[in-house]
């Protein structure tokens, strides 16, 4: 295995510049379809393991259940369970050339799905698009990662309010290691970053939970940020969170218009702290020279 990673590492590295970004659009199809896998079964996976381990604690045996993980069973239809063949699910082609219907009982196949294909290829290209010119492969592909890895978590939270540790805990690993690598940030900058993002996301829902006595902020939410600081680093934090609070309080805002009353319900912060890391990715250097140009 080793060794055809190594080969088409060298195979990669040789492709002409103009062909990389097709190819990593190409590669971002296909992860995003891993990742509509990701989204759906993860969770469902936490559910069946928490249920496990609470069996188990309370001398339970715990019930047999099929094999049901992020590779089996193979796709099918949610409607009429029907498998999914190969060349109906290739990404975005199979969505088109079944016209947005499953092809067994015809009923309509969610739009999300070509959706996040569509946006991870996007987000491959444009990041690959950023790379080329300076040949800077391992970077280019470690930024995929992380944005592949942020977009299934803001998903998850968006069904399932859950932020799981599974991914978090990766993503904030892998921005120390790339850090110590040098393929991204230095590693001081990478271990602030994390620190940093944790203890204030801690702060605040600490001092939330002491004004109103409810916890307004999961224990996720700061996972998320300390992931996402060890890849930003410490201004990269700060710019996240002013992003994604203004992001937010304009979306909650719109909601309570739409439904015409005051949104009391919980609502998943996770996606809008990923819009926060990306805008502070994009432009938070922008933004920080144009303010501190803009200081007396």
């Known amino acids: 295995m080793a060794g055809l990673l190594d080969f088409l590492w060298r195979e990669f590295r040789l492709l002409p510049r103009e062909a990389v970004v097709p190819a990593m659009a190409l590669l971002g199809l296909l992860v995003g379809s891993f990742l509509n896998v990701v989204v759906y079964r993860l969770p469902r996976m936490l559910e069946t393991q928490w249920a496990n381990e609470v069996a188990a604690w309370s001398g339970q045996v715990p019930p047999v259940r099929p094999v049901f993980n992020l590779a089996w069973p193979p796709s099918r239809c949610p409607h009429c369970e029907t498998p999914i063949a190969v060349h109906h699910n290739l990404p975005l082609v199979g969505y088109l050339w079944l016209g947005g219907r499953c092809a067994a009982c015809g009923a309509g196949i969610s739009a999300r799905y070509p959706l996040v294909e569509l946006s991870v290829g996007v987000l491959f290209a444009v990041v690959a698009w950023t790379f080329v010119p300076t040949k ?39 921005g ?58 410490w201004t990269g934090v700060p710019l996240m969170l002013a992003f994604g609070a203004v992001a937010a309080t304009l979306a ?18 996770g996606p ?25």
């Open 176 to 233: 120390l290691l790339c850090g110590t690598a040098g393929v991204t940030l230095p590693l001081d900058e990478a271990v602030l970053g994390a620190a940093l993002g944790y203890v204030v996301m801690w702060g605040i829902g600490a001092i939330y939970r002491a004004l109103t006595h409810h916890d307004g902020l999961g224990g996720g939410d700061a996972k998320l940020v300390a992931a996402c600081g060890a890849w930003l680093g």
């Open 272 to 296: 809008w702290l990923v819009l926060g890391a990306a805008a502070s990715a994009l432009w938070g250097e922008r933004f920080l020279n144009l303010w501190l140009q803009t200081s007396p």
């Open 252 to 269: 909650f805002a719109v909601f309570g218009l739409v439904r015409g009353r005051a949104l009391r319900e919980p609502l998943p912060f």
């Open 136 to 174: 800077q492969y391992a970077a280019m592909l470690a930024w995929c990662g992380f944005g592949a890895a942020v977009v299934a978590l803001a998903l998850i939270d968006l069904d399932t309010q859950l932020l799981p540790d599974s991914l978090t805990l990766p993503l904030l690993w892998a």
